[in-house]
């Protein structure tokens, strides 16, 4: 029988810690938000270690590891792990004497977690690499098809411009793949959902494993959630191995496929930019970037443009018009290109981007149209988005008008054709109410069917946004919940949706990348969450639902 001893001891400021051995796993329980449990092991000269804690993925613990000393959350700890896997890590160096350590496991969202955690010391290197590879001098030399600091990464070995999956990943779990490089090329990874629910991430790395946090290449958008398929451009990568991660940050499918690039990026923007000349664009001399993307001078108003974007691709133009009238901004592309579609943004300082913009057009169709009043002399960037798989031919011009009231708001002021809400409320025309939504308020409604009910939801400092709604009703999946950005969801436009049918509780989680976004933790950002009854409630029989959001801190 083995006898698991747990010391309890208090120190001088009377903390309360427990003492745990190699090998052994320890329960534990965080009560509340903002608690701590502290655990104490040793490890002796020339060791390694790993601490491990496993909780729930509906919660969020942090892990923090001090030697001689209790760590906090302030600076004060040799290693942490604060990300929002339901597996947290640390693997410590090796030691150069015999050495007391202090882990901390820190509640950051929900009331009495439940835990598990486990220490390994091994021979310099941790956890013995996991038995996929050898020691040497403390590092890991690990196994072909393994990677990590203690060779606990499984590699998937793919090769070039073939197409692998579907795989299946759980919330909060990582697939990885390795690949060789043998050009400096330019290297496209497309990863495609197979899903129309989940949010796969993907990170690329040189010779080491992607984490959240440390990599070479990234798809760093975490407003792009609703189009299934993203590419990240590897532009002149070293010659080596390069490692892909796959982090799910909600349960999805996905296929992957590793291509080197054909010719020049981007078309160079089409032949008014410039030419491929083997791999580069030579650029007109109107027209700058690695693939004539920039159109040098300001735009000569009521002069059309052309060029081409493929997804994800931008061109970039100014304008300036020196007027009080309607500075009207205007992008067409032919029903020629079967299903392109491409977006219109503006800001005032420097060149947009899909978060960083004054004015935007992302109406699906073959015309994208801004209208600016009293523009006055103000330059203008202007960026046309390729969004669809297809990219985008099109035409842009620029020309003033005079102003248009022909709209037909049902309340409000109508402005260059365009209806402007008073607070309160929100739509193409202002017909529907806006209510303040609060972290941690639960707020009750009732929804009709192809009725929209839309809560103002408005963040500061925060690096995640959680909502959670739940159809008080037998029948389930009538109601659908969408979030977008600075403006009301719509069921074609929105940033993020949780449209299941089999269930009654339905969540969005979205979390941001301060190196993405900086502005997150400064600033203030608006979003408009919409809950939609579907026309399967039946007629006249409202269904009562309940919505509550949080943001950090909880």
Known sequence: MLIILILFALTSSQILYTTIYNGVSVHSVIESPGKWKFFRFEVKKGSGFSVNVVHSIKYDLDLYVR??????????????????????????????????????????????????????????????????????????????????????????????????????????????????VETTETVQVNVTQTTPSGDIDTYVRYNSVPTLTVYDYANLDPYILTRPWHIVNMTSPQIGEWIVGCYAFHESSFTIKVSAARGCPNNCSGL?????????????????????????????????????????????????????????LKLSHGSQWTNEDCDLYVSDEEYPTLINYMYRDITYGNEAKVVIEHPASTIYHVGIFGYSTVGCKYNFSASIIGINNSCNCVRGECRNGACVCPAGYTGSRCESTETILRSGQTVSGEINANQWLYYNYTVHNTSQIVLVMKEMSNQVGLVHLYIQYNSAPTTTVFLAGDLQTTTATHRISLVFNPRVIPQISTSFLNFVVGVYGTVSIPNNQPLQFKLVAWSPPF
């Not at 969202?109 to 956890?127: A, E, K, L, Q, S």
């Not at 493929?310 to 009207?328: C, D, F, Q």
């Open 67 to 180: 030697q001689n000393d209790f760590p906090d959350r302030i600076g004060n700890y040799d290693y942490k792990d604060t990300s929002l896997d339901a597996n947290l890590t640390i693997v410590g160096n090796v030691t150069t004497e015999d050495s007391v350590f202090y882990a901390g496991v820190f509640g950051f969202r929900g009331y009495n977690v439940g835990f598990d955690i486990v220490f390994h010391t091994g021979n310099g290197c941790p956890n013995n690499c996991n038995g996929h590879g050898r020691c040497d001098s403390g590092t890991c030399i690990c196994d072909d098809g393994y990677s990590g600091d203690s060779c606990q990464k499984n590699l998937e070995q793919i090769s070039l411009n073939k197409e692998y999956g579907p795989y299946h990943v759980e919330t909060s779990n990582w697939k990885y793949f390795s690949f060789m």
């Open 272 to 328: 008014n930019h410039g030419t491929c000349v083997g791999t580069r664009c030579s650029c007109d001399q109107k027209y700058s970037g690695s693939y004539c993307e920039t159109y040098r001078n300001l735009v000569t108003l009521d002069t059309s443009y052309t060029g081409e974007v493929e997804r994800l691709a931008w061109n970039y133009y100014r304008v300036s018009s020196n007027t009080l009238n309607s500075l009207v």
